[in-house]
T-cell receptor, first 114, second 115 residues
Framework: SAVISQKPSRDICQRGTSLTIQCQVD?????MFWYRQQPGQSLTLIATANQGSEATYESGFVIDKFPISRPNLTFSTLTVSNMSPEDSSIYLCSAGSQGNYGYTFGSGTRLTVV | AQSVTQLGSHVSVSEGALVLLRCNYSSSVPPYLFWYVQYPNQGLQLLLK??????LVKGINGFEAEFKKSETSFHLTKPSAHMSDAAEYFCAVSAINTGGFKTIFGAGTRLFVKA
């Protein structure tokens, strides 16, 4: 299965600033996703990162707040924009290919907004 | 649409005892079911998955789960708990529908193992 490198692993950011998280997969994958895991909670899907087109966002998440890029089949970025303390969470990238169910996860980015 | 319910946010067992983590799902189409484990400050690791075929699936670290369609359940078991099994466990369901193929996670169950 694919191996994912996600960075940064953690960051402390000032409110009002933006942070871009990178997700690099060691092989081409058809599907890439971004999740948020708030403290002590489960994973919530933010969006599906589509290669060469705009991401598909879940209810409650918008492109202006969480712009996503996916320029090719091995790389994606998630930006958390105009951050507030409520954005403090772990953000996880997930990837896999159709027909090979059970996606691989990155180790996550632990974001603290102060 | 899919949903997952994990019964019990915390489960405590003694070392060597049976581990049983409960998961019930809802899906309007045939589901794919997964169990993931998350150790502190780490990402998620796939324990096992059910897609089609044999309803009893075996995973890593001695875990197994049985898909019971009539009960819409996919409970995770391990015959003998080890201290290293202490972690957060997530049940998840995926299905292909008009929204594409995406995975929905349960709330998670934290497993404590007592010496």
């Amino acid at each position: 299965s694919a191996v994912i490198s996600q960075k940064p692993s953690r960051d402390i950011c000032q409110r009002g600033t933006s942070l871009t998280i990178q997700c690099q997969v060691d092989s081409q994958v058809t599907m890439m996703f971004w999740y948020r895991q708030q403290p002590g909670q489960s994973l919530t899907l933010i969006a599906t990162a589509n290669q060469g087109s705009e991401a598909t966002y879940e209810s409650g998440f918008v492109i202006d707040k969480f712009p996503i890029s996916r320029p090719n089949l091995t790389f994606s970025t998630l930006t958390v924009s105009n951050m507030s303390p409520e954005d403090s969470s772990i953000y996880l990238c997930s990837a896999g290919s159709q027909g090979n169910y059970g996606y691989t996860f990155g180790s996550g980015t632990r974001l603290t907004v102060v | 649409a899919q949903s997952v319910t994990q019964l019990g946010s915390h489960v405590s067992v003694s070392e060597g005892a049976l581990v049983l983590l409960r998961c019930n799902y809802s899906s309007s189409v045939p589901p794919y079911l997964f169990w993931y484990v998350q150790y502190p400050n780490q990402g998620l690791q796939l324990l096992l998955k059910y897609t089609t075929g044999a309803t009893l699936v075996k995973g890593i670290n001695g875990f197994e789960a049985e898909f019971k369609k009539s009960e819409t359940s996919f409970h995770l078991t391990k015959p003998s708990a080890h201290m290293s099994d202490a972690a957060e466990y997530f049940c998840a369901v995926s299905a292909i529908n008009t929204g594409g193929f995406k995975t929905i996670f349960g709330a998670g169950t934290r497993l404590f193992v007592k010496a």
